[in-house]
Nanobody, 116 residues
Framework: QVQLVESGGGLVQPGGSLRLSCAAS????????INWYRQAPGKQREFVAA????????NYADSMKGRFTISRANTENTVFLQMNSLKPEDTAVYLC?????????WGQGTQVTVSS
C-alpha cells in the first residue's frame, strides 16, 4: 500500500506562484512514477505532469510546459509541483497519483484557486 498526502494549495492572484507537495509513505519501493492531475468543476480530470520515481525523467502536458515544474526530494519521498504564472483557468483540485508495480494510488487532492 502507498499513501499519498497533498498539500500547498490555496488562493493566489493571477500571475502568482504556488508549490504543491505530494508526500508518499508506505511501500514507496513499489512506486514507478508519480503523476499530478487536476480536476476543475464540471470538467474531466486532466493530466498535468509526471516524474519517474527513480531517475527523475519528467513529462508535462503541453499547456503546462514552461510554467510548471515537477521534481522529487529523494530523501523525503516527496514530489513537488512548482506552478508559476498561474492563470484563472488553472483553478482546480490538484491530485497526486502513484503508479506502483501492482496498483495505482490517489491522494485526496488540494484546492488551487487563482483569482483576483
Amino acid at each position: 500500500q502507498v499513501q499519498l498526502v497533498e498539500s500547498g494549495g490555496g488562493l493566489v492572484q493571477p500571475g502568482g506562484s504556488l508549490r504543491l507537495s505530494c508526500a508518499a509513505s508506505g511501500s514507496t519501493f513499489s512506486i514507478y512514477a508519480i503523476n499530478w492531475y487536476r480536476q476543475a468543476p464540471g470538467k474531466q480530470r486532466e493530466f498535468v505532469a509526471a516524474i519517474k520515481w527513480n531517475g527523475g525523467n519528467t513529462n508535462y502536458a503541453d499547456s503546462m510546459k514552461g510554467r510548471f515544474t515537477i521534481s522529487r526530494a529523494n530523501t523525503e519521498n516527496t514530489v513537488f509541483l512548482q506552478m508559476n504564472s498561474l492563470k484563472p483557468e488553472d483553478t482546480a483540485v490538484y491530485l497526486c497519483n502513484a503508479v506502483a508495480t501492482q496498483n495505482t494510488y490517489w491522494g485526496q487532492g488540494t484546492q488551487v484557486t487563482v483569482s483576483s
